[in-house]
T-cell receptor
Framework: GAVVSQHPSRVICKSGTSVKIECRSL??????MFWYRQFPKQSLMLMAT?????????EQGVEKDKFLINHASLTLSTLTVTSAHPEDSSFYIC?????????????FGEGSWLTVV | GEDVEQSLFLSVREGDSSVINCTYT??????LYWYKQEPGAGLQLLTY?????DMKQDQRLTVLLNKKDKHLSLRIADTQTGDSAIYFC????????????FGTGTQLKVEL
């Protein structure tokens, strides 16, 4: 079946550095992907909608210059956390919908744990 | 904006049924979903229901939808220790594409 893969699954970085997380749809094309963030013991909050070939749409309160999203192909979206700080430590997870499929086929990646030290 | 609420915690004995409840405020939902998240893991889609349905059964899982009251529930029959996890309901809205609004999550603990 369709699979969405995220990489890396876990990453530790130093404060002030940038880290990139990839979200790939492995056997289908996705013109739209979504990035969510989950703090420990909390729910998932939508950060942004990643649109292939155009700018991402960010949710209110999410800094677009800090969380850079690039969706350069129909199978890959990347989230770059720039100048990371400890408060950016979180679980980041993406989702993708198979183009042309009904709305029920939303696939999530395995998620990426980011720890900023 | 939309708001999706769940009770935080549920404890049941192995073999009993579990019922996890969810309320939402936006009436323009198209699909409603139930996801399971085990510690340190991603999201596993359990089941979903289209907004024009009022019930869906899938093996041990039964989803009930009351659109009038904006209430969604997930019943797990014969609950097992492997069902211990956090359960999230989520909704996608008409015209919202496939972005989801998640509930606050219910931690299910299954005791022997």
């Amino acid at each position: 079946g369709a699979v969405v893969s995220q990489h890396p699954s876990r990453v530790i970085c130093k404060s002030g550095t940038s880290v990139k997380i990839e979200c790939r749809s492995l056997d289908f094309q996705a013109t739209t992907m979504f990035w969510y963030r989950q703090f420990p013991k909390q729910s998932l909050m939508l950060m942004a909608t990643s649109n292939e070939g155009s700018k991402a749409t960010y949710e209110q309160g999410v800094e677009k210059d800090k969380f850079l999203i690039n969706h350069a192909s129909l199978t890959l979206s990347t989230l770059t956390v720039t100048s990371a700080h400890p408060e950016d430590s979180s679980f980041y997870i993406c989702s993708a919908t198979q183009t042309g499929a009904p709305g029920n086929t939303i696939y999530f990646g395995e998620g990426s744990w980011l720890t900023v030290v | 904006g939309e708001d999706v609420e769940q009770s935080l915690f549920l404890s049941v004995r192995e073999g009993d049924s579990s019922v996890i409840n969810c309320t939402y405020t936006d009436s323009s939902s198209t699909y409603l979903y139930w996801y399971k998240q085990e510690p340190g893991a991603g999201l596993q889609l359990l089941t979903y229901i289209f907004s024009n349905m009022d019930m869906k059964q899938d093996q041990r899982l039964t989803v009930l939808l009351n659109k009038k009251d904006k209430h969604l529930s997930l019943r797990i029959a014969d609950t097992q220790t492997g069902d211990s996890a956090i359960y999230f309901c989520a909704e996608s809205l008409t015209g919202g594409g496939n972005k989801l609004t998640f509930g606050t999550g219910t931690q299910l603990k299954v005791e022997l």
